[in-house]
């Protein structure tokens, strides 16, 4: 079992609601993942698919970086993981399906990622769909689940819609294979690799520079070896007449008032911020209104870890609601994420040369938020805004990407 429980905290901007019309609320939930296990040292096997990109742009120092990368995989993965390596131009080859780490599996791995050589064009689909399912084949209830996607260009064999890879991601998910996708160079759609790694519960880099790769590669598989929470889902019961909006691009559903929302996996004392919108129903007989909060994951050796709170808001006249002093600390914090989901969506429609349509989608959200905004966060925002019509250079717009991605997610480790 993990050395301290998970924990759960959740907040609100204000704890009164109006008798006489609908409320809206800002809830703050804080999702806080255990320690290590301090007494076994044991963390989740991991059950990765590598899958390169080795179309002709690789070619020179990014393959080479990409390499370097790979073998640091091989080199440091434990032999309770497992690891299936896929490349793709516009054919796909699976050069190793998801096999444990044995010596001998290590020494083929090596050998398959030495003869690797650029050629052909972006099959990217086929290339993920390969690894995603390796990943489901060699999957266990024991082992954490990712595939892990680099590539440098367009998508231009097989699958090419956002939309449809984002479901696919999504769904893959749903199943417990979460993607995380790397992006090198400046030729990549950003908002397709960020859209995959948000609906598929993974992380999204920006490789500006060929010789980072092997960093960030690492910086990925070291926050996996520290997953001390998988599979989190976040359950939360509505009262009738509550409606809700869920800020950060998570995956969720919502049914007979019940919201479950998909949090993926948790590093050791990771605290996960979720922001909720809430808008409670005007009620003239009822004294308060109750959320309820449930949060189950698994720990490092497959048990179940759970925690539940409770938000109660009080209902009162709407001259009391407007006296009432607001969380502006919490405000904020809320401010930035509604921002980034903004930004991402103006981003991808400044991409799309709808320079208008993005600039009044950022604005829309800029002045629903700007009361609780501090002063440095307004000045960036209005020159984001400035910058959006005047039309982004590619470097400019795959950092702000990556950017806004960390930062919907409250990503501060990053």
Request: aromatic share 6%; glycine share 6%; charged share 30%.
């Amino acid at each position: 079992m993990s050395a301290s429980p998970l924990h759960l905290h959740v907040e609100g901007d204000q704890m009164l609601v109006a008798r006489e019309a609908p409320t809206r609320r800002v809830v703050e939930v804080v999702i806080t993942a255990p320690e290590h296990a301090q007494q076994t040292r044991q963390r989740i096997p991991l059950n990765l698919a590598l899958v390169l990109d080795r179309s002709g742009s690789m070619s020179g120092d990014k393959l080479h970086y990409v390499k370097q990368a790979a073998l640091y995989l091989v080199e440091t993965l434990e032999e309770t993981d497992q690891l299936a390596f896929v490349v793709y131009d516009d054919q796909v080859d699976v050069l190793s399906p998801g096999l444990p780490l044995t010596p001998a599996h290590r020494q083929h791995l090596a050998h398959a990622i030495r003869q690797v050589e650029s050629r052909g064009y972006t099959n990217l689909s086929g290339g993920w769909l390969a690894g995603c399912e390796l990943a489901a084949k060699a999957a266990t209830t024991a082992h954490l689940n990712r595939v892990l996607l680099l590539t440098d260009g367009l998508a231009n064999v097989g699958i090419r819609d956002p939309e449809e890879l984002a479901h696919h991601a999504r769904e893959l998910a749903r199943r417990g294979i979460s993607t995380s996708t790397f992006g090198v160079g400046l030729d990549f759609n950003e908002h397709l690799l960020e859209r995959m790694a948000t609906e598929g519960d993974g992380n999204f880099h920006f490789i500006e520079a060929p010789q980072d790769i092997p960093n960030i590669f690492a910086r990925e598989f070291k926050e996996l070896i520290t997953i001390t929470a998988r599979e989190v889902e976040l359950t939360v019961d509505l009262p009738k007449g509550v409606t809700v909006n869920v800020c950060g691009g998570w995956r969720y559903t919502l049914e007979d008032g019940r919201l479950r929302l998909a949090v993926g996996a948790l590093a050791a004392k990771r605290a996960q911020e979720l922001y909720l919108e809430v808008t409670t129903p005007p009620d003239a007989e009822a004294k308060d209104l109750t959320l309820t909060f449930l949060v189950r994951a698994r720990d490092e050796a497959n048990g179940v870890l759970e925690a539940r709170a409770e938000r109660t808001f009080t209902y009162a006249s709407q001259d009391e609601v407007a006296a009432e002093a607001v969380n502006q600390d919490l405000l904020a914090r809320f401010a930035k994420v509604a921002l980034a989901d903004a930004s991402l969506e103006a981003l991808r429609l400044e991409r799309e040369g709808r320079r208008h349509e993005a600039r009044s989608s950022i604005l829309s959200r800029l002045s629903q938020v700007r009361p609780a905004m501090d002063a440095q966060t307004r000045t960036e925002y209005e020159q984001f805004v400035q910058r959006i019509e005047e039309g982004l250079a590619e470097d400019e717009r795959k950092r702000l990407s990556q950017q806004r991605h960390v930062e919907r997610r409250r990503r501060e480790d990053w």
